[in-house]
């Protein structure tokens, strides 16, 4: 059982690999980025929706934490609860780890990778980048997106049910990609990240809810109320 713990975050990881090679190989960051570059302008970013994409920030994902600590935080008051708590706190760390700490404590603010709209070939002054040459920290904050990660993480509560309710699941995640992937085309459209930026986003995200899902057991948690059936979590 726990040899085959490895081989999701093996493939995800597998699949982040070659898609950056593939990306990298194709010139799939400045190609993808180039149409919304008019006159060393990025106005189609800021028409809607993608303004108001840009202007949500960071409140979903802010609010959907903010249920996992009530819901922790409650458990420990209410014992015919204490199925919520596991759950609750997986949805804290995960923000907390991963758009937080991993993506843009860790890399965003020290990676030092320029903004399509900062690089030459967009009318800015800095060298390009790949995704994997670390530039000067302070001087580009583009790898990876972290608009992008805290809509990717809209997906985490997928994690809290799939192994008990596949169904609502496969909603969450479906939910959660979609907003991640409209997010990611905002910030393209703005000049804010490469794709492969919003492709690691994901990743990272992904990653840590994988470790977060097994450290916490939440494979091992029955996530129904023993007396109603009800789901731990329905945010």
């Known amino acids: 059982m726990k040899t085959k713990r ?9 699949f982040l690999v070659v898609s950056t090679i593939l990306i990298a190989w194709s010139g799939a960051d ?3 980025s180039a149409p919304f570059c008019l006159g060393g302008k990025w106005s189609i970013g800021y028409l809607q929706p993608w303004q108001l994409l840009y202007r949500m920030i960071r409140f979903p994902a802010f ?16 014992p015919d609860l204490r199925h919520w708590r596991r759950s609750g706190a997986f949805l804290v760390l995960l923000l907390a780890l991963g758009p937080g700490l991993l993506v843009n404590v860790v890399f965003k603010d020290h990676w030092g990778r320029p903004r399509p709209r900062e690089i030459v070939q967009f009318g800015g002054q800095k060298q390009f980048l790949q995704p994997w040459q670390r530039g000067v920290a302070g001087q580009g904050r583009s790898f990876p997106s972290g608009h992008a990660s805290a809509a990717f993480y809209m997906m985490s509560p997928f994690f809290i049910y799939r192994r008990n309710n596949k169904r609502l699941a496969r909603l969450w995640l479906i939910g959660g990609l979609t907003f991640g992937v409209l997010m990611s085309i905002a910030r393209i459209t703005q000049g804010g990240h490469f794709l492969s930026d919003n492709l690691w986003a994901w990743g990272m995200v992904y990653l840590t809810a994988i470790a977060l899902y097994y450290g916490l057991a939440l494979d091992q948690l029955d ?13």
Do not use: D, I, Q, Y
């Not at 490895?6 to 597998?14: D, H, I, L, S, Y």
């Not at 996530?223 to 945010?235: L, M, V, Y």
């Open 63 to 78: 609010a959907l934490a903010a249920c996992g600590l009530v819901a922790c935080t409650v458990s420990f008051f209410r």
């Open 6 to 14: 490895w081989v999701e975050p093996a493939v995800v990881m597998a």
């Open 223 to 235: 996530n129904h109320s023993p007396k109603t059936g009800t789901p731990a979590c329905s945010t």
């Open 30 to 32: 400045l190609a993808v």
